[in-house]
């Protein structure tokens, strides 16, 4: 058990240290987009590569010993759609859906804290409302991410029919988030509800 506590008490601070170090992050690329580029929406990052057999492009990177311009590559870049790019109905009903399943994770984020502060507290592990908060959880990590993933696979797709690069073409969407770990988490919890069960059909034996 005191081994559990002092996982609970770490999972909360590094909880605290992301949600802050986010936010703080968010806020100010919004403040320096917005001062930078006001006539500018947002901004997707494009990942590229250069197009078989073309010789490098040169441009602006400068070869300070000799004082000369050099060619470079690029392994992405940050593109913002002008404030008249309209997104696509499909997009926008998606980002009404990633609106409501970020409150349905911001409950499940909240059950979590909740069970987490309770296994500090009273101990509190093998029941039942732990399991609701941490499927809550899980499950609304899973469903807000697959949204978020599908409005910026739509966003990658549009921006990068629309634009061009000289001597480069662009790689295809990759996923952002770490599915395989998200998924592990949800088998966990599964796992950890069968255990649950088997305890309270044991204690009823007893």
């Known amino acids: 058990m005191k081994r559990i506590?002092?996982?609970?008490?770490?999972?909360?601070?590094?909880?605290v240290f992301v949600v802050f170090r986010d936010m703080g992050r968010g806020f100010m690329d919004g403040m320096n987009e917005g001062a930078s580029f006001e006539d500018y929406r947002y901004a997707v990052t494009l990942n590229l590569k250069q197009k078989p057999g073309e010789a490098l492009v040169p441009d602006s990177a400068l070869y300070l010993p000799s004082q000369t311009r050099v060619p470079y590559e690029m392994e992405s870049a940050d593109v913002f759609v002008p404030k008249e790019g309209?997104?696509?109905?499909?997009?926008?009903?998606?980002?009404?859906?990633?609106?409501?399943?970020?409150?349905?994770?911001?409950?499940?984020?909240?059950?979590?804290?909740?069970?987490?502060?309770?296994?500090?507290?009273?101990?509190?592990?093998?029941?039942?409302?732990?399991?609701?908060?941490?499927?809550?959880?899980?499950?609304?990590?899973?469903?807000?991410?697959?949204?978020?993933?599908?409005?910026?696979?739509m966003e990658y797709s549009s921006m990068a029919s629309s634009v061009q690069f000289a001597g480069y073409e662009v790689v295809?969407?990759?996923?952002?988030?770490?599915?395989?770990?998200?998924?592990?988490?949800?088998?966990?919890?599964?796992?950890?509800?069968?255990?649950v069960k088997m305890k309270e059909e044991q204690d009823l034996t007893i």
Request: hydrophobic share 60%; with cysteine.
């Open 86 to 153: 309209v997104p696509l109905s499909a997009q926008k009903i998606v980002i009404v859906v990633l609106f409501l399943s970020s409150l349905f994770f911001l409950y499940g984020l909240y059950g979590l804290i909740r069970t987490v502060v309770g296994v500090l507290r009273r101990g509190d592990v093998f029941t039942r409302k732990n399991i609701r908060r941490m499927r809550c959880f899980a499950y609304g990590l899973i469903v807000f991410g697959f949204f978020n993933e599908l409005n910026q696979w």
């Open 172 to 195: 295809p969407y990759e996923l952002k988030m770490e599915w395989l770990l998200v998924m592990m988490l949800a088998l966990f919890i599964e796992i950890f509800a069968v255990g």
């Open 5 to 15: 506590r002092i996982l609970a008490a770490l999972i909360i601070l590094v909880l």
